[in-house]
């Protein structure tokens, strides 16, 4: 029979490991795998700059999600002036998927 391992045990080599990758430098030969590292690093270090998170506080995020919100809802199709681009939706484009072109414009991709 085997040993349960509690996933926090596993969680923290993972996350070591994945660490060690983003703390490394990119190749210097550009490659898929350098654009994706580099792009990854970018965004953890962004995870990493607390002060700036702190000071943003939770605002941006609220933003997006009462957007997303309106839009699936067909409140609205219109981007509030709260953002730094405005984007106003084509009529035809309403609910899901007017608020996943929202998420896209916004840089949000699906990881499935």
Request: net charge positive.
């Amino acid at each position: 029979m085997l040993a349960r391992v509690p996933c926090s045990m596993m969680l923290m080599p993972c996350q070591l490991t994945i660490k060690q990758i983003l703390d490394q430098a990119a190749p210097s030969l550009p490659s898929p795998d350098s654009s994706t590292l580099t792009k990854l690093q970018t965004m953890y270090e962004s995870c990493m700059n607390e002060a700036l998170l702190n000071k943003l506080g939770s605002k941006p995020i609220f933003d997006i999600v009462n957007t997303v919100k309106r839009l699936f809802n067909e409140s609205s199709t219109i981007v509030g002036a709260s953002h730094k681009d405005q984007h106003v939706f084509m009529a035809s484009n309403r609910g899901l998927t007017a608020a996943l072109a929202y998420l896209h414009s916004q840089g949000v991709y699906s990881q499935l």
